[in-house]
């Protein structure tokens, strides 16, 4: 009796989860990723050449400053500068527009 009872409270807090407020169903996890994923590819293609290559070799390939700079044949304040700008870009494509002008009218002029 104890375990029927306990695999029916196990199998109802599984159904529970899968609830948002309102019986609205939670979306796949897995499908969120794959979508930000592609965004992400989108807003890389988007920037100048030089600033994905720069984040990708800090983002993805883990290279400091200087070895971005030594592989693209720049300094490394520029290819500091080039992750910088191409971190902004990316936060700027991937943050919701709802989300963005809530806080440049909380920054204020």
Known sequence: ???QWS???RR???RSLDLLPGGV???DPCARVD???ADLRR???RLPRRQAEAFWLRAVERLSHEEIAAELGIGS???RVLVHRARKALLAA???KKTRTASETEAGP
């Open 77 to 79: 304040e520029n290819a």
């Open 12 to 14: 109802q807090e599984e």
């Open 7 to 9: 695999r029916r409270a």
């Open 94 to 96: 991937l943050t919701p």
């Open 43 to 45: 807003a890389l293609a």
């Open 25 to 27: 169903t939670a979306p």
């Open 35 to 37: 979508e930000l994923s």
């Open 1 to 3: 009796m104890l375990r």
